[in-house]
């Protein structure tokens, strides 16, 4: 193009006369007369004029498919060539003139500024409305000086003298001591299942959840409930501070100091399952090793064949364990919870109604609690994934087939809905979409089966049976399902994936043998006897589960992998007993600490974010270099630094300030 005259040219001379445009086609190609059953994907970069349409372009290059394979003096083998996709890369992605990622822009502007202003008030550096945060304090110090103080609790002890008399107190002074303690029962600034570091003393239980905001196993109902710093429960405050003071303590909610205590909270109500912790944490890397393996594998330069089971076909073989552990947990977690609520407080205290509309009224909440707490930070991953996918696909060379540019746009609701599993695959957005419906799917009919066996004796058998044969039937109807999926050739890994791991339905034996375990921890409240033999024997049955199931994929038998399903939780039954109980000893101390808590929070944020985070990474050098294992590490060991940054932001800005907020309006609405 450029032409070399004595006569110096500007460099506008030395241009095209015609506008170009980079184009990538997608062409699959499979050769007949061989045995290559699979056909292969192939993706080809053409620089043509910019008035070229996607039909012109496939109009050319079907023409020279044509010629090519009508020549007479063409030797090659015969093929069949077919055009699966033309896409034009613009090489520039101006997030402005995107709907949605202007919508990004506005909704992450607003979450911090109401970040910054939050944390400024809590700092006191600013007041907020006439009181300021200080009247939302408890003055602890006040109280214990207050001249009058003994006068009211005189009082009210007269007022409250027959039930006082029912429990024992004698005097007035053991009175006192249960007032005072009562007061110092002070939550830090955390109220995320905050147990009271002088329950034993002061008997107060948990603050500020739920309706009950004291439990008092004395029956003491004349004692004010326990105070927080800052954070106030709603009941603790006086009318006064109720009227002018709830903007202020909702603004509160978003305070980057809060937040950030909150994250590394380690005084909770379900310390004891601090090996669930980790349990969660770990899986999540497992999963998160996982897809950055498919992609890296999708997108490599060297790549090898997924049907040769290489590197990455094991590697997804065996990442079915992880969400099964995923699943698992998330049972246990969730029948743990129940049950602890049913132990703690009736019916009435939770929802404020009594008899089968309160029952019902307390499934319905409990389930709903859970769906609205996650709904703030999915949604939010949704638009940021849909804005990603739209980046990447109008700058980078290669395109991923998951198709979350578009899904993401036209489907992301089914995803807030939780139901993108009744949909085709191919039109759901984000990688882990179909787990977040299925865990949802089975936490409703696992609570359901946790409520019906509350009722009675009989009714909790039969809950029982149903679990059982419902573990049972699921897993004959996956390994059946398997058997005939075995045979079948993967295109590519994520075809693999979604043939292997997308399986919804063969997650209710984990979940629901999670269910079982988290009802087993609350019976046995901590204690556990066992003899050495016993808990030896335990031992050995539990690691031959565990090695035969993580070996089983590996065969290369898809239907017999299909048992895992249920042979892997119950490997893990025997572990998780053991590290929920008096057996776990400096074990669980080891564990119990505020990095994991941390990691255990972060971990739904990382889910979220990370396929997101590995699709820039990757698609924005062109291609992964490799896809061995070495390689995976490496890519996987970026993402999760980015991913671990992200989700940590996502948590502050989103997460932890939504949960707050839910809770403060539970608080002014009861």
């Given at each position: 193009?450029?032409?070399?005259?004595?006569?110096?040219?500007?460099?506008?001379?030395?241009?095209?006369?015609?506008?170009?445009?980079?184009?990538?086609?997608?062409?699959?190609?499979?050769?007949?007369?061989?045995?290559?059953?699979?056909?292969?994907?192939?993706?080809?970069?053409?620089?043509?004029?910019?008035?070229?349409?996607?039909?012109?372009?496939?109009?050319?290059?079907?023409?020279?498919?044509?010629?090519?394979?009508?020549?007479?003096?063409?030797?090659?083998?015969?093929?069949?060539?077919?055009?699966?996709?033309?896409?034009?890369?613009?090489?520039?992605?101006?997030?402005?003139?995107?709907?949605?990622?202007?919508?990004?822009?506005?909704?992450?502007?607003?979450?911090?500024?109401?970040?910054?202003?939050?944390?400024?008030?809590?700092?006191?550096?600013?007041?907020?409305?006439?009181?300021?945060?200080?009247?939302?304090?408890?003055?602890?110090?006040?109280?214990?000086?207050?001249?009058?103080?003994?006068?009211?609790?005189?009082?009210?002890?007269?007022?409250?003298?027959?039930?006082?008399?029912?429990?024992?107190?004698?005097?007035?002074?053991?009175?006192?001591?249960?007032?005072?303690?009562?007061?110092?029962?002070?939550?830090?600034?955390?109220?995320?299942?905050?147990?009271?570091?002088?329950?034993?003393?002061?008997?107060?239980?948990?603050?500020?959840?739920?309706?009950?905001?004291?439990?008092?196993?004395?029956?003491?109902?004349?004692?004010?409930?326990?105070?927080?710093?800052?954070?106030?429960?709603?009941?603790?405050?006086?009318?006064?501070?109720?009227?002018?003071?709830?903007?202020?303590?909702?603004?509160?909610?978003?305070?980057?100091?809060?937040?950030?205590?909150?994250?590394?909270?380690?005084?909770?109500?379900?310390?004891?399952l601090s090996l669930i912790h980790v349990m969660r944490v770990l899986a999540t890397f497992w999963i998160m090793f996982v897809h950055v393996a498919v992609i890296a594998e999708y997108i490599s330069d060297f790549t090898g064949d997924i049907n040769g089971q290489n590197d990455v076909y094991l590697i997804i073989a065996t990442g079915t364990i992880a969400f099964d552990t995923l699943f698992y947990v998330s049972g246990l977690f969730s029948a743990h919870h129940f049950f602890f609520l049913k132990s703690q407080y009736s019916v009435k205290e939770l929802v404020g109604f009594q008899g089968v509309c309160g029952q019902v009224l307390q499934f319905v909440c409990f389930v709903t609690n859970r769906v609205i707490r996650l709904l703030p930070s999915y949604a939010y991953a949704v638009l940021l994934s849909a804005v990603v996918a739209q980046s990447t696909y109008k700058t980078a060379t290669l395109t991923l087939p998951d198709g979350d540019e578009h899904n993401c746009r036209e489907h992301g609701w089914r995803n807030l809905l939780y139901i993108t599993t009744v949909y085709p695959a191919d039109e759901q957005c984000m990688l882990v979409s179909w787990y977040l419906s299925t865990e949802t799917q089975l936490h409703v009919l696992g609570a359901l089966l946790c409520a019906v066996s509350a009722c009675s004796v009989v009714r909790a058998r039969l809950a029982t049976v149903i679990t059982i044969v419902a573990m049972l039937s699921a897993t004959i109807a996956d390994a059946s399902a398997a058997y005939f999926d075995y045979g079948q050739l993967f295109s590519n890994s994520f075809g693999a994936y979604a043939v292997i791991i997308e399986r919804p339905w063969a997650r209710v034996s984990p979940y629901f043998?999670?269910?079982?375990?988290?009802?087993?921890?609350?019976?046995?409240?901590?204690?556990?006897?066992?003899?050495?033999?016993?808990?030896?024997?335990?031992?050995?049955?539990?690691?031959?589960?565990?090695?035969?199931?993580?070996?089983?994929?590996?065969?290369g038998l898809p239907w017999l992998a299909a048992w895992l399903h249920l042979t892997w939780p119950i490997a893990l039954l025997w572990p998780v007993l053991m590290g929920t109980t008096n057996m776990a000893g400096v074990f669980r101390r080891f564990l119990a600490r505020s990095s994991i808590a941390a990691l255990s929070r972060l971990s739904y944020g990382m889910l979220l974010l990370h396929a997101a985070v590995a699709r820039t990474m990757l698609l924005s050098v062109g291609s992964a270099l490799c896809s061995t294992t070495l390689c995976i590490w490496l890519y996987f060991a970026g993402t999760t630094l980015i991913t671990l940054l992200a989700a940590m932001v996502l948590s502050l800005l989103v997460e932890m300030p939504c949960c707050s907020l839910l809770r403060r309006l539970s608080d002014c609405a009861s």
């Open positions: 193009m450029v032409q070399y005259d004595e006569a110096p040219q500007s460099v506008a001379d030395s241009w095209p006369p015609y506008r170009l445009a980079y184009t990538t086609l997608g062409i699959t190609l499979n050769i007949t007369k061989s045995n290559m059953i699979k056909s292969t994907d192939i993706t080809l970069g053409l620089c043509m004029p910019y008035s070229c349409s996607p039909r012109d372009i496939m109009s050319v290059i079907n023409f020279s498919i044509m010629i090519n394979d009508n020549l007479k003096t063409n030797k090659t083998s015969s093929r069949v060539a077919r055009i699966s996709s033309v896409r034009r890369v613009q090489g520039h992605y101006d997030i402005t003139a995107d709907k949605a990622g202007v919508l990004l822009i506005c909704v992450t502007t607003l979450l911090v500024a109401l970040v910054i202003v939050a944390t400024v008030i809590d700092l006191d550096l600013m007041k907020c409305l006439p009181y300021g945060t200080k009247s939302m304090t408890f003055d602890l110090e006040k109280y214990n000086t207050d001249p009058n103080r003994k006068g009211r609790d005189l009082k009210q002890e007269n007022d409250t003298k027959t039930e006082t008399d029912k429990l024992g107190f004698e005097n007035t002074n053991t009175h006192y001591m249960a007032v005072d303690s009562l007061v110092k029962c002070s939550a830090p600034t955390i109220t995320l299942d905050v147990n009271c570091a002088e329950k034993t003393l002061g008997s107060c239980k948990r603050c500020g959840k739920y309706r009950k905001q004291c439990s008092n196993p004395r029956q003491l109902d004349n004692l004010p409930p326990c105070p927080r710093q800052k954070y106030n429960s709603f009941a603790s405050l006086s009318t006064e501070s109720k009227k002018k003071n709830i903007f202020c303590r909702l603004l509160l909610c978003f305070s980057l100091a809060y937040c950030w205590k909150r994250i590394f909270n380690t005084n909770t109500a379900n310390k004891d043998m999670g269910v079982f375990t988290g009802w087993l921890i609350h019976m046995m409240n901590g204690k556990m006897k066992v003899s050495k033999v016993t808990s030896t024997l335990l031992w050995m049955a539990s690691l031959s589960f565990m090695f035969t199931s993580s070996a089983v994929p590996l065969v």
